[in-house]
């Protein structure tokens, strides 16, 4: 027995030891930065001398009471990260479901679609802003005014520029959430579909009753990166809009840069980050939750 | 004695910003030549004659910087520059910052209107006494100088206001300069009559543009007047909402008729000079960096730059200051080499180069220099103290500066009303100053 449990432990060893590496990463580049950020959050310091003084949590208090801007900042953002996740899963399910059926150029289909992913999210965003300009080279008023229809403020106006900021990352992002799903559909076993066939089931009532449940896992882990995802959003939001006009766009980490660190208010900028990390902590806590609950169900 | 002082410090450096100008010569040729005198040769008290290498983070691009950079590398075989560039603006400022607060500052650096926070933490060099300092105008090196010690060594005063397209002016029958704001108004209109978008600002979130000419406005109408606003501002005596909203409800005339729109958030600086270098649009904002660019894009651009015009005819203003400033970092390993750059940068073989790219005014003494001939006909404006920053006077300026952004963009998408503008940045600046 006691030999059993050795051998088990060495087994274990080998391979915990080669996950030490990555651990050690996580902890220098993850972890660590953390730390010091939460200890920073309780001082007033400027970024740059290294004079500063406890406050308590005066920074996080002030970082909601002395102006409205990370509290209006945080509702776009759970804005942002609901619709866009709510979205990502209704286009990214169907498509993922014809891309990996038998039509022609597969291949070709899914690199066009996950391509929209691989470019960074600063030039994705640019382009976008040009193509969307109110300028009289704007793309897509150009297109629209052959139409007869009017030059339309896309990034100007308060609610097209949230509107295009969603449109955009769903532009970005479906194909790779389908590539999620993708993956996930190629593990389900045909004879499903077959059974159900033999059922009487028609197309509709397989995807319904066999498809959908059996991408639960799926659906967890495109979820669960739509939330982070969006919760983080800044570098396509500050090319498209820059968080304007006014604040109608700012998102947390805009706020968290344009009100803490290019003031000086280092302190405040990592109690809003703290904030920040405890809200996506709790949602996707939650959505885990959920979603392990359901994927239970499925087994 | 702060105010007075404030009050000083403005007169001075108006009068340095008005000394480099004076100092440029003007062509009235489409090809500028580049004359100069030189000055009092910089003496080193240290020769390298040890390879090092220092590295330099710089506030404008390789590109404009090259022509210096190669000069130094000639007369400085010894150092190697190890050339990094920090965009612009906030990019600059946290890209510094964050190497600093890492121990892992720059051997040389731009310094611009927060160089106190770098001083406070004590990463600027005192190079008071320096030979090559004395190449430089006394109330330029002020804009660097506290309590008897010298921090920096300036780099260029710039200047900004209306530049119109001259062939389309032309074609709409506008006459130039304007005197007042209805002059400023029946060119807009005139435009339209032709056909040409009148005005094109990139009042996006990525550019502070929305504000230039209500700036322009708020000068034209105020700061020609009262030279105590901003040591007003700084003392509490006086608040943004009291004394800016009279000339902001002037601007915002502008949007009532149609010439500042809604649209123009949608727009940013690059989008804007696309326009304005195709003629799509007959007048933008821009500065003396602007020309070089658009002249790039379209050689045949035929502009000029011209002063804003307030309502009370005659009252014309412009924006203008002193810029950015080299400094050396006071915990370099390599301070000798570091101090090498600085005075380079002090004599014309160093510091006219950059100043033929960015089309700035300097502040070395006695040596002649070209602006681009586009910027001519704004030169008297400055000449009669006319340009104005008031931003670098302000005590809380970067949180000022941001809310009344802000609040502009609010106010041209209809969320907020122009009344409320100063008051936006009278609270900003009252929550800055209590931390």
Redesign the interface.
Known sequence: MVNLKIKQIKQELSYEILVIPAVVLFTIFSVLPLLGGLFLSFTDWDGLSFNFKFVGIENYINAFTVSDVFLISFEHTLFIAAVTTILFTILAIPLAVILDSKIPFTKFFRAAFFFPSVPSALVVGYMWSFMLSSSSYGFVNTILGNFGISPINWTGDPTLAFLSIIVVQLWGWTGWHAVIYIANLQSIPTEYYEAAKIDGANIIQSFKYVTLPLLTPAMSMSILFSITGAMKIYDIVYALTGGGPGTSTYVVVQAILKEGINLGKYGMANAASIVLFLVILVITLIQQKVMSRREEGMT | MKNSLKIISSLCLTGAILFSVACGSQSNSSNTTTSSTGTQAATSTVAVEKPTTIRLLSWWPQSQMQESLDAFSKVNPNITIDFQFGQTG?PY??LA??Q??AGEGPDVFVIGSNWK??Q????TLDIAGKPFTSNFSDTALKATNLDGKQYGIPVDSWFSGIFINKDLAEQAGVKLPFNSLDDFVAACDAFKKIGV?PL?VA????SQDVWRFAYCEIFSDLYNENTTFDSDINSGKTTFAEGWTPALKNWYTLVDKGIYT???????V???D??FTTG??AMTYGGNWSVDGWKKANPKLNITMIPWAGVKPGSTSLMAGVGMSWSVNAASKNIDSSIKWLEFMSTPEGLLPLQKKLNCGIFLKGVKYDLAPELNDALTTLADGKGFDPWAYWDNS??VQ?EGM??L??V??G??KIEDVGAAMD??NK??TT?
Do not use: C, H, P, R
Not at chain 2, 120 to 123: D, E, L, P, R, T
Not at chain 2, 262 to 268: F, I
């Open positions: 906030d400022n946290n910052k964050t600093f607060a926070d770098f406070k933490a004590g990463y978008k094109g009042g996006g979130a990525k809604s649209d123009m958030l949608g727009m940013d690059a989008q804007v696309a326009e799509k649009v970067t949180a941001n802000l609040a963009q609010q041209l998408s969320k907020m609270k900003a929550s800055a931390k």
